[in-house]
């Protein structure tokens, strides 16, 4: 019997590896210009930081973790990570970067495991790019991250997106709005599906986010969080405003919005492409300022967002959505009688002066190397045979004007790098 992929996964074959390559590559240069340094954390952590860290009451804990027991003998419960923020808080505090200048700005791409239901973009592995920012409580950070976020999926050529936002307040004001949201719902709890009946009793915010079109209905007419925010809070919610405005970052703002998080504080946002399906978000974040506390540390604000590779993949304007094709060499080496030996040192001395070169490793006969030079794309093709070698010369034909000239052998490789343009 054939053993297949695992339910949930996907095969990352060559063809499609060059969009992921596109993509991060765009992720890279825009970090390294907005000053953030790439961390990469294990893709397995002791479960009690997302225990801590997310929130016990969270769909992602309640449902969704995949957990298992360590070996040896102080065997503890690892997780497979769900989610990149909770990893990197813990990375800044256990390896001291609360002691190097503050703010520290971090990003991460990386894999992630979630179980749910596997749907277009959505996957039980699947991959994220964030990037944090901590020690930094100036709104102009939330902005900053907001503008980062926004910019990537432009960069892409996505249109259409809308920022939602939204303010979820802090422990101060976070009291007033559980009274309020308790009264509200505790008059129509029977409406409500289990899930929000639990959470009426351990995390009330939370149905604010359930899914279920009953509770969606029900929670139109739900107190406003906004309406909760104590001093601190609201200056910091009218202060982030100011910023969007000034970077000509339209937004809308989403009383109902508040992520899927615990450790969420003040600022919650999430990006929409609207008509892109059940799942709109593209990604989202917001502030954490009580995280580091939360997992050992000391207060360190933070804030940050992460989005979802695959589905930006599947929305990116590349031919359409097509699969991009693989770049063909820039120079196939073809071999004429006794020569394989000459042509293993020339592809080995392209590829060191960073040309991409190839060979036929099968055995072709002279006329298959050059149909099959043609198939994978090469530019140029090098045709070494015995007589011209003798005479320390090689045949250089060009496959886009169809001219074959002689070259000699010593200046082959910087005729090749002026003719590409290297």
């Known amino acids: 019997m054939q053993i297949s992929r695992p339910r949930g996964t996907s095969d990352i074959l060559p063809e499609e590896a060059r969009r992921w390559r596109k993509l991060e590559n765009v992720i890279h240069e825009l970090c390294r210009l907005y000053g953030y340094g790439e961390i990469r954390t294990p893709i397995f952590e002791t479960t009690d930081l997302f225990l801590r860290g997310v929130g016990e009451a969270t769909d992602i804990v309640e449902k969704e973790m995949y957990t298992f027991k360590s070996k040896g003998k102080r065997a503890n419960s690892l997780t497979l990570r769900p989610e990149g923020t909770a990893p990197v808080a813990r990375a800044y505090l256990e390896n001291g970067l609360y002691a190097l200048p503050q703010p520290v700005k971090l990003?991460?791409?990386?894999?992630?495991?979630?179980?749910?239901?596997?749907?277009?973009?959505?996957?039980?592995?699947?991959?994220?790019?964030?990037?944090?920012?901590?020690?930094?409580?100036?709104?102009?950070?939330?902005?900053?991250?907001?503008?980062?976020?926004?910019?990537?999926?432009?960069?892409?050529?996505?249109?259409?997106?809308?920022?939602?936002?939204?303010?979820?307040?802090?422990?101060?004001?976070?009291?007033?709005?559980?009274?309020?949201?308790?009264?509200?719902?505790?008059?129509?709890?029977?409406?409500?599906?289990?899930?929000?009946?639990?959470?009426?009793?351990?995390?009330?915010?939370?149905?604010?986010?359930?899914?279920?079109?009953?509770?969606?209905?029900?929670?139109?007419?739900?107190?406003?969080?906004?309406?909760?925010?104590?001093?601190?809070?609201?200056?910091?919610?009218?202060?982030?405003?100011?910023?969007?405005?000034?970077?000509?970052?339209?937004?809308?703002?989403?009383?109902?919005?508040?992520?899927?998080?615990?450790?969420?504080?003040?600022?919650?946002?999430?990006?929409?492409?609207?008509?892109?399906?059940?799942?709109?978000?593209?990604?989202?974040?917001?502030?954490?300022?009580?995280?580091?506390?939360?997992?050992?540390?000391?207060?360190?604000?933070?804030?940050?967002?992460a989005l979802g590779l695959e589905r930006t993949l599947l929305l990116m304007l590349d031919g359409a959505g097509e699969v991009a094709t693989a770049p063909g060499p820039e120079v196939f080496v073809v071999t004429a009688g006794e020569t394989r030996d000459t042509a293993t040192r020339l592809v080995a001395d392209l590829r060191a002066a960073g040309l991409v070169a190839d060979r036929d490793y099968?055995?072709?006969?002279?006329?298959?190397?050059?149909?099959?030079?043609?198939?994978?794309?090469?530019?140029?093709?090098?045709?070494?045979?015995?007589?011209?070698?003798?005479?320390?010369?090689?045949?250089?034909?060009?496959?886009?004007?169809?001219?074959?000239?002689?070259?000699?052998?010593?200046?082959?490789v910087d005729f090749l790098r002026r003719a590409v343009g290297k």
Do not use: W
């Not at 949201?181 to 351990?202: A, T």
């Not at 899914?211 to 007419?221: F, L, Q, T």
């Open 107 to 305: 990003y991460y791409i990386g894999p992630m495991f979630r179980y749910d239901r596997p749907q277009a973009g959505r996957y039980r592995q699947f991959h994220q790019f964030g990037a944090e920012i901590f020690g930094a409580d100036d709104p102009a950070a939330d902005a900053e991250v907001i503008a980062l976020a926004m910019t990537f999926f432009k960069k892409l050529g996505l249109k259409g997106l809308e920022l939602h936002l939204n303010s979820v307040g802090c422990p101060e004001c976070r009291p007033v709005m559980r009274e309020k949201l308790v009264e509200y719902f505790n008059l129509r709890i029977q409406e409500c599906c289990q899930d929000c009946r639990n959470r009426l009793v351990k995390n009330p915010l939370r149905i604010l986010d359930c899914k279920e079109d009953s509770c969606r209905e029900i929670r139109r007419g739900a107190p406003s969080p906004v309406d909760c925010l104590c001093t601190e809070c609201g200056a910091h919610f009218e202060h982030l405003r100011r910023y969007l405005d000034l970077l000509n970052i339209p937004y809308h703002l989403n009383p109902r919005l508040v992520r899927g998080l615990d450790y969420y504080t003040k600022t919650a946002f999430e990006i929409i492409i609207p008509g892109a399906g059940a799942q709109d978000a593209v990604g989202g974040g917001g502030r954490y300022d009580g995280l580091v506390q939360e997992i050992g540390g000391r207060s360190v604000p933070g804030v940050g967002f």
């Open 362 to 412: 099968t055995g072709r006969s002279l006329k298959a190397q050059m149909k099959y030079a043609g198939k994978l794309g090469a530019r140029y093709v090098v045709i070494v045979g015995e007589d011209e070698l003798r005479g320390g010369r090689v045949a250089l034909k060009d496959m886009e004007a169809g001219r074959q000239t002689e070259v000699y052998l010593e200046e082959m």
